[in-house]
């Protein structure tokens, strides 16, 4: 009860700050015209009100907070974001239920980008951009935008961003002050948000399409203004653009931070994750290009090339954007591309999966193994970007992969239990748990989640949470080692 108290001030000053996000939705309808203004003023409203009390309330037990407070702290800022976010949605679309509004708004905050709306050109504006802009805020990290604001709240923000920030090596910090290191990271993601709207606009794209894009590609979230995703636009030039800017997303923002930071591509070529990645994703690209083309899915290689180009990067870097209906590809296609987005992504980026850092250390230690077998007095010690890989990281790994297996197996089994056939049940499973978005057969990119029950619709809202904030955060609260003193 402890840390509830202590963190509560923190939560109500997110939900006070968070509520402003509203203007911009509010900005977008004002101009369109679209009538859902009303709806995201009292939503602000009700969101800043709900902050005031809940810190009016517990601000005198404000205190720093400890490793354990920032789990807590964590999971119920991602929990319940989408909670105060469903406020807009139910009011301007009244056939959504709250079930389905929830799921909407988790899939937006943690950049997953399932969907249950259809009819998405002819909702209003202000909605899509609303969709688009948690995305992007999920994108960087609403906790880490928090600790950029930490001396307006006032507490120690090292354990919170700890908590937040993905890959294995939490511990290394790129500058010696936590604070400057949010501010820093959210620099970067705003830099390159700025470049990629006026590349989508200069391309081709309206001014409301191309912030949505932009939005939803650099936070590899997905949401589109269109049923048709990103096909809607046939441009082989936007295809390029997003490509381009979903892998940039993919890198570890950490590396864009110190290459803008030395103005020198060297924390490029000292990333370990970096090469790696552009090795698995442009051979896949060739490679599923290629079957594509043989087994005469595109009567031309460049169609199939350009076709296949844009849905792996999309779907390896966990974006979800489509311009075919790769559900109706030869299967190994599909399959292949589920499996590249577990962990094609690195460490510090928007994308999810395991990420390319823990499928390194994993293979390594698959070597490290096989080396001991053949050679049982050798000491093959493991190294990545230049630095010892301690056993308590690679045991930590090991752990993570385990209970992301399990994550995954456990919960296509619950899925299939409920009435789905294995494809949509393991697809739906792997997209959410990976922060994809679409899956196959009846969640396939042509079509959306609204086919699922309610029951269905919660598991998969509780797997986009898991997989966002990396297991071991979220199950954590579970123990009841964590609720005793």
Known sequence: MS????????????AMVMSLTHLVPITISAIYGDGATRAFELSLLLNFGIGLILWLATRRHRRDITPR??????????????????????LTLPELTFSRAYFEMMS????????????????????NIWRGLLQWLGGIGIVVMVVALLPVLGVGGRQILKAETPGPMKD????????ETAKGLLKVYIIFSLICLLAYKAAGMNWLDALMHTFTTIS???FSTHDASFGFFESPVLESIAIFFMLVAAVNFGSHFMVLRTLSVTPYKADAEIGWALLVLLGSCAGIGTYLFWLGTYPEFLTALRHAAFNV?????????????????????????????????????TGGGIKMVRA???????????????????ITPMKLRGMLVENKIILAVLAFLFIYVATIVSLTFVMVASGLDVITGFSAVVACVNNLGPGLNEVGPATTFSGLNDFQIWVLSGAMLVGRLEFFTVLVLITPTFWRK
């Open 360 to 378: 390194l250390i994993l293979c390594r230690q698959v070597y490290r193994e096989l080396t001991r077998i053949a050679h049982p007095a050798a």
């Open 172 to 179: 290394a910090n790129l500058t010696a002050r936590v604070t």
């Open 313 to 349: 990067v999309s779907v390896a870097t966990s974006t979800g954007y489509a311009t075919q209906d790769y559900n109706l590809w030869p299967i190994g296609a599909p399959l292949w591309m589920l499996f590249l987005v577990s962990f094609a992504s690195c460490s510090g980026s």
């Open 69 to 90: 407070d920032s789990m807590l702290l964590v999971t119920l800022l991602w929990a319940g974001g989408p909670l105060l976010a469903t406020v807009p949605m139910l």
């Open 108 to 127: 937006g905050i943690t950049t997953t980008g399932s969907t249950v709306l259809s009819g998405l050109d002819h909702l209003p504006p202000s909605i």
């Open 220 to 222: 590899t979230g997905g």
């Open 3 to 14: 840390s509830v108290i202590a963190i509560a001030p923190i939560l109500g000053m997110v």
